[in-house]
């Protein structure tokens, strides 16, 4: 059973070839599709581990891009990897395995995705199901910014761990939050909501979140990177949609 790893990259760094090296003596081939990067190096690098490169923009659809490379792989099974992510040399070996072992009704296999903040590898705080391993021709992504799933068979969960570098500095990581809520906003992603909830929201989710994350998930054990991400994945995130959206609708009522 071929085992083909897709990848989507736009002006990458050093971090998307130690992604690539940790997979690219257990897969059969590399699919990355490209964001017309402009630093020549992400190119480099794909070039380096022998990867199908194929440019296409974005275009703010991120579903468009993964289905492309799912059309574009040549394995029977395809396995989704991010250029800031680890592959331990334990999960591919199972990996690879899983391929030639699983029973024909299985569409797609989840593993347990670890953030590593800062050098510590997160626990309670930072650890998630991720659909990661497909088999070709039976998943389909649907949705723009964060796609979802059409799976036309069964799933399965191996506790198998992937690495996930999601913060080089509070900088870029707020740049990639600016652009994800952006693309949100262009699809009426508050639509339904009034004024008086978006502010509602915006006063009560951070200490909703708190809670259940930080003390009820024991996210404390953590340190103060748990806290860290909490407060940039599970907080920021949505305050900054929010934020976002009252601005626009003030904006609106003062032109009117």
Partial sequence: MNLSAMVLTHNEDWLLERMLKSIADYVDEIVVIDDMSTNPRTLEICR????????????????????????????????????????PEETMKQIQALCSGLEEEVACVSFLLY??????????????????????????????VHPKFEIDGQERFFPLPILHYPLQSIRQFIEKLNLYTDLLLKRDYFAEYSLSKLKKE??????KIF????????????????????????????????????EQRLKKGSQE
Wanted: charged residues 30%.
């Fill in 48 to 87: 380096k581990y022998g990867a199908k490169i194929i440019r296409e923009p974005l275009n703010g659809d991120f579903s468009k891009q993964r289905n492309l490379a799912m059309q574009e792989s040549r394995g029977d099974w395809i396995l989704k990897a991010d250029p800031d992510e680890v592959f």
């Fill in 115 to 144: 953030q590593v903040i800062y050098g510590k590898k997160l626990g309670t705080a930072g650890v998630e199901h991720t659909r990661r391993l497909f088999r070709r021709g039976r998943v389909r992504f649907v949705g723009t």
């Fill in 202 to 207: 915006l006063l009560f989710f951070p200490l």
């Fill in 211 to 246: 809670w259940k994350n930080y003390i009820k998930k024991k996210g404390y054990r953590d340190g103060i990177e748990g806290l860290l991400w909490i407060f940039l994945s599970d907080i920021l995130n949505r305050e900054m949609l929010l934020l976002k959206e009252i």
